[in-house]
């Protein structure tokens, strides 16, 4: 997923990348190049159950967020933009903060910040029953 990006959308069962794009007003070949995990026009790198960008912050200025291998396979859903090192991870439950997660794995906000970026400092967007990155 590129870097800016500032509008997810949650794939369901049944979609594909175009239907996608229409949903969202955008074309299939910003799709394509704000989400190159999704394989090209072949499409089957679409997943369901999982966020994928469908806005950018300047669209004139996109950078590919490197992609590493991770030593765990990630749980799933997992918070989007979580960094691929993870090694530890918590779900979200109701009535959960960012500071009872900190808190409960002994984190500073700085390391919850630094691996689950999109969560914000603010923890305005953390998302209930979703993974979240508690150690990297």
Request: with cysteine; hydrophobic share 40%; charged share 10%.
């Amino acid at each position: 997923m590129v870097s800016n990006c500032n509008a997810f959308y949650f794939v369901r069962s049944g979609d594909w990348c175009q239907a996608v794009a229409d949903k969202n007003s955008i074309t299939l070949a910003q799709f394509m190049t704000w989400n190159p995990q999704v394989g090209g026009a072949s499409c089957t790198g679409l997943w369901a159950n999982v966020y994928v960008c469908v806005g950018v912050d300047d669209p004139t200025t996109i950078t590919v967020v490197p992609s590493c291998i991770a030593s765990i396979i990630p749980p799933s859903p997992t918070q989007p933009g979580t960094v691929c090192t993870c090694k530890r991870w918590h779900k979200v439950v109701a009535n959960q903060y960012c500071a009872d997660i900190e808190t409960l794995y002994g984190i500073s906000a700085a390391q919850f910040n630094a691996w689950n970026p999109q969560v914000g400092a603010s923890c305005a967007t953390l998302w209930l029953g979703y993974y979240v990155c508690v150690g990297a």
